[in-house]
């Protein structure tokens, strides 16, 4: 599967469910167009992902809103829940470790932990 471009209009739906890979780029950041490739052939071995890209230039209100400051910024979710993020490009063997790692974690032990932090805040 190719890469997706991520607006603003098309982010809530596209990250609710299941595991998406978002790279957060611009068209004059060389560490960008280095990573970009290394994207681009996982999303073509890993199609049950979803990988998109926003154009910080071109989308200032999502990266904006996510307070990237600097890039590429990679940021995975799954179920709609941000579970990584991270600057920087990696290489594909960090990718395919992140990747590893977002597919085994216990979903139902990730929703408890943000319940019992959103619990403990609001008790304050």
Do not use: Y
């Not at 230039?57 to 991270?86: H, K, N, W, Y």
């Amino acid at each position: 599967m190719a890469t997706r471009q991520i607006t603003t209009d098309t982010f809530e739906d596209v990250v609710s469910e299941g595991i998406v890979l978002l790279d957060f780029w611009a068209a004059w950041c060389p560490p960008c167009r280095a990573f970009g490739p290394v994207f681009e052939k996982s999303s073509e071995t890993h199609t049950d992902i979803v990988f998109g890209k926003v154009d910080t230039e071109a989308e200032p209100q999502l990266s904006g809103g996510f307070q990237i400051t600097s890039i590429p910024t990679l940021m995975a979710f799954r179920d709609g829940i941000i579970v990584f993020s991270q600057p920087g490009a990696l290489n594909a063997p960090q990718l395919e470790r992140v990747i590893t790692a977002v597919r085994d974690l216990d979903m139902d032990d990730v929703r408890a932990q943000i319940a019992a932090r959103e619990s403990a805040e609001a008790t304050k």
